[in-house]
């Protein structure tokens, strides 16, 4: 569950409630910019997952609880987004997937905890790169 912060106070300077505000919109703007990538992203990974357009209606699952359908959806969407991540640079997740695994075990989830040993194993063989050891051609 997402813990809601409480809201900071307000900037008492006149000054810096504008730059606060100047920043707010442009943050808010890449925000909403960036979401409809994303939406853009999973539409296509939708398309791509079915392997057809005509297949697409099966995603609504007409004879299942829509509530539950949306709950299911939201949290496979969180999860695999995480996975992604893991996947996409393991040797940043190492110690993190090890403990994971390591927790899995320990509650019981054996079988879990076994399935995800594979992925540490992979995160640690993952190469370290050194910004020294590969050359980047763009200058910034």
């Given amino acids: 569950m997402t813990e809601i912060l409480p809201i900071p106070p307000a900037v008492p300077d006149a000054d810096a409630q504008e730059a606060v505000a100047g920043v707010d919109a442009v943050l808010a703007a890449r925000a909403l910019r960036e979401g409809d990538r994303i939406a853009g992203l999973i539409a296509a990974a939708e398309l791509d997952t079915v392997g057809s357009p005509r297949k697409l209606p099966m995603d609504?699952?007409?004879?299942?609880?829509?509530?539950?359908?949306?709950?299911?959806?939201?949290?496979?969407?969180?999860?695999?987004?995480?996975?992604?991540?893991?996947?996409?640079?393991?040797?940043?997740?190492?110690?993190?997937?090890?403990?994971?695994?390591?927790?899995?075990?320990?509650?019981?989830?054996?079988?879990?905890?076994?399935?995800?040993?594979?992925?540490?194993?992979?995160?640690?063989?993952?190469?370290?790169?050194?910004?020294?050891?590969?050359?980047?051609?763009?200058?910034?």
Avoid: N, T
Wanted: net charge negative; glycine share 6%.
């Fill in 60 to 140: 609504l699952w007409p004879d299942a609880d829509p509530e539950l359908v949306a709950e299911v959806w939201s949290r496979a969407l969180v999860v695999g987004v995480r996975a992604g991540r893991f996947m996409s640079a393991p040797r940043f997740y190492r110690d993190k997937l090890a403990s994971l695994q390591g927790r899995l075990a320990e509650a019981g989830y054996r079988a879990m905890g076994k399935a995800a040993e594979p992925a540490v194993v992979a995160a640690y063989r993952s190469p370290e790169w050194h910004p020294v050891d590969v050359e980047d051609e763009r200058e910034h």
